[in-house]
């Protein structure tokens, strides 16, 4: 929960909301990606590799004994092993972790992989504690689950494109070169980032009442996040980090609610 709070108000508030039996195995999910995420990108005075392979060795030898002295390792093999949560999904999510360890631009294959490691499987993972074993219903939800997760993937990159360029000499979306990068090019992700977010509103309406207020506060986030950087000029994202402010979040906390209690998610 700390880790949470301390690295996203937007997702703290979302878990919040949640049925009091899912927040903690979430918490849990969220602190795994975030402590990995944080060796590739942050801890640049150290031996990167050598600590995302230690970290990877950990993971998997907390989830094959059952126990971890690792307090955000246990927590989370604890929900792996209680929700099944397929080592495919773990293992896809610490590949793309890798990648960034060597690469700095991303065609499209490589594009698409990152985007499926990365938040595709976050999303795929929470979805397995959502469906608490329902194989049906995971099956059924898991594309819309694979979309959301892209599209708030997208827009962190397209909102963070000058950071990731600057400070990590990263360039997430294929064909994009940032000395030359355009409204014309904003516009084109823009629109594939529209459509992951149309599908994904699909599901979130599926969802189980235990999470779907708590989904779909994320999802009206987001896209306020994004619809900000969609009215923003090319030269705007070059230039500076747009955000939703704090009053902004919570709005969206009691319009959700009402939204929920009137049936209208």
Do not use: W
């Amino acid at each position: 929960m700390l880790i949470t709070k301390r690295y996203s108000t937007s997702f703290s508030m979302g878990i919040q909301v949640f049925a009091k039996s899912l927040r903690e195995p979430i918490y849990s999910i969220y602190g795994f990606v975030r402590f990995a995420d944080e060796i590739v990108d942050t801890f640049h005075d150290y031996d990167k590799k050598y600590l995302l392979d230690k970290f990877k060795a950990d993971t998997y030898e907390a989830i094959a004994s059952g126990i971890s002295l690792n307090p955000v390792l246990h927590s989370f093999q604890e929900v792996v092993r209680k929700y099944n949560i397929e080592l495919p999904l773990i293992e896809s999510f610490l590949k793309s972790m890798e990648m960034d360890l060597y690469f700095h631009t991303y065609e499209d294959n490589l594009y698409e992989e990152y985007i499926y490691g990365s938040a595709e499987v976050v999303g795929l993972m929470c979805l397995r504690v959502f469906c608490a074993g329902q194989e049906d219903e995971y099956q059924r939800l898991a594309p819309y689950a694979r979309s959301l997760g892209a599209a708030f993937q997208k827009v962190n990159f397209l909102r963070d494109v000058k950071s990731d360029y600057d400070i990590r000499s990263r360039i997430y979306f294929p064909g994009i070169d940032f000395e030359s990068f355009s409204d014309a090019d904003k516009k084109l992700i823009e629109a594939d980032i529209q459509k992951d977010f149309e599908h994904a509103y699909i599901g979130i309406k599926s969802l189980p009442k235990t999470c779907r207020m708590g989904v779909y506060l994320a999802y009206k986030y987001y896209t306020s996040l994004f619809n900000k950087i969609k009215q923003a000029p090319c030269s705007a994202i070059l230039s500076e980090r747009i955000r939703v402010p704090d009053s902004k979040k919570v709005y969206f906390l009691f319009s959700s609610a009402v939204r929920n209690q009137l049936g209208l998610i």
